[in-house]
């Protein structure tokens, strides 16, 4: 699988932007798309993820309410769509996709395939 993502910028604080990741090399079904994110200084956490089958979702507490994961089967990408941006949202956002038990899924370990990675910067 071939992850690539776009989509990422500068934004003020209470701004939106939508990322976007596309999948290639193999079908996702029964696969875990997630994105998680890095700051400089800091370690890669965990944001949100999906279920490629059945669209189940699984945010952190820092996003939930503000971020909203969806796929689109027909164009094989994942999108994050960011609301109400605040200066601490900004990291290096990573898509990453695999076959990941859901209790797994806020592990980046657990995933086999990454995109390259989509600077966001939000300031205040």
């Known amino acids: 699988v071939q992850l690539q993502a776009s989509g990422g910028g500068m934004v003020q604080a209470g701004g939106s932007l939508r990322l976007s990741c596309a999948a290639s090399g193999r079908t996702l079904s029964g696969y875990t798309m997630a994105w998680f994110r890095q700051a400089p200084g800091k370690e890669r956490e965990f944001a949100a993820a999906t279920n490629w089958g059945s669209g189940s979702t699984d945010y952190a507490d820092s996003v939930k309410g503000r971020f909203t994961i969806s796929r689109d089967s027909a164009k094989n990408t994942v999108a994050l769509q960011m609301n109400s941006l605040k200066p601490e949202d900004t990291a290096v956002y990573y898509c990453?996709?695999?076959?990941?038990?859901?209790?797994?899924?806020?592990?980046?370990?657990?995933?086999?395939?990454w995109g390259q990675g989509t600077q966001v910067t939000v300031s205040s």
């Open positions: 990453a996709a695999g076959q990941v038990p859901v209790v797994l899924w806020r592990w980046s370990s657990r995933y086999d395939y």
